[in-house]
Each structure stands twice: as structure tokens, then as C-alpha cells.
């Protein structure tokens, strides 16, 4: 599976991006695709994911001002990110997870892209 990013860049605080991220191979019908961010000296956080059944999940920090959306017919999944804030920079990630049922166990597979770079200014 391979996943490719697009939509990072510069923005003022206050200002608007959109994300988006295509994936390709293996892919299960069942499965959850997201975002994820990785601040300069931090940990990867979650932003928000959505699985193919249409669940969503966001962290409380940017619940109200970001949204995510899928296509599942391609695979893809969206990030609109408004009233961007500063503390909203660093890199951001796509990540689809699935799980590969065999006879003895579920195995969980993780795919991430490369990142894309979002950067806020004050």
C-alpha cells in the first residue's frame, strides 16, 4: 500500500488548507484512514481519522475547526483545516489501517505516506 499526501504549505493564523491523501494497492474494504501530526520536538498525535463505515475520531484540539471526509471508491481521504492556529504547525501524516484476517489470528497493518509540511504563522 502506498499512500501519497498533497495540500501542505504556508498559512497565516486564521487562514485554511486542505489535505488530501490517495492510497493504492491492497486495499481492504474495511478500514479506517486519518491523520496524524508530528510537531518539532514532539510526538505523533492523532488529528482525526474516519473509517470506511463513516466513523470519525478527532482530537479535542481541533474538534470545530477541522474536518475530515473520505471517498472510499478512491481511497482517498480529505482534511479541511480552518482557523488555522500556530500550535496547528508541524508535519502531517496519512495512515491507513487494516486488518488481515487469517485462520489463526487478525493481524493490523499500518501504512503511513511521507508527510506533508503545514506551517502557521502569527
Known amino acids: 500500500v502506498q499512500l501519497m499526501e498533497s495540500g501542505g504549505g504556508l498559512v497565516q493564523a486564521g487562514g485554511s488548507l486542505r489535505l488530501s491523501c490517495a492510497a493504492s494497492g491492497s486495499i481492504f474494504s474495511d478500514n479506517t484512514m486519518g491523520w496524524y501530526r508530528q510537531a518539532p520536538g514532539k510526538q505523533r498525535e492523532l488529528v482525526a481519522d474516519?473509517?470506511?463505515?463513516?466513523?470519525?475520531n478527532y482530537a479535542d484540539s481541533v474538534k470545530g475547526r477541522f474536518t475530515i471526509s473520505r471517498e472510499n471508491a478512491k481511497n482517498s481521504v480529505h482534511l479541511q483545516m480552518t482557523n488555522l492556529k500556530p500550535e496547528d504547525t508541524g508535519v502531517y501524516y496519512c495512515?491507513?489501517?487494516?486488518?488481515?484476517?487469517?485462520?489463526?489470528?487478525?493481524?493490523?497493518?499500518?501504512?503511513w505516506g511521507q508527510g506533508t509540511q503545514v506551517t502557521v504563522s502569527s
Open positions: 474516519m473509517t470506511s463505515r463513516g466513523s470519525t
Open positions: 495512515r491507513l489501517g487494516q486488518t488481515l484476517a487469517t485462520i489463526e489470528r487478525q493481524v493490523p497493518l499500518d501504512f
